[in-house]
């Protein structure tokens, strides 16, 4: 059913992704530390709409940058 290239294929994909999360995660929290606000407050309690759009633009070129650093 599963031959060893499969296992080795899953188990390279399952480490990509974690990889991936990793790096995404120690990338937004740099982000978070950068910015001399509280993202978190001006998005949720401010409802600062403008801010939400240009995390939504970094966290997606993140994204895209990992995913092609990956591949």
Known sequence: MFTQTHIVQLILTLVYVVLGLIIFGLGYLIFEKLTPF???????E????????????????LAIIIASAIT
């Open 46 to 61: 401010d409802q600062n709409i403008a801010l939400a759009i240009i995390i939504g633009s970094v966290v997606i070129a």
């Open 38 to 44: 509280s993202v978190r407050k001006e998005i949720e």
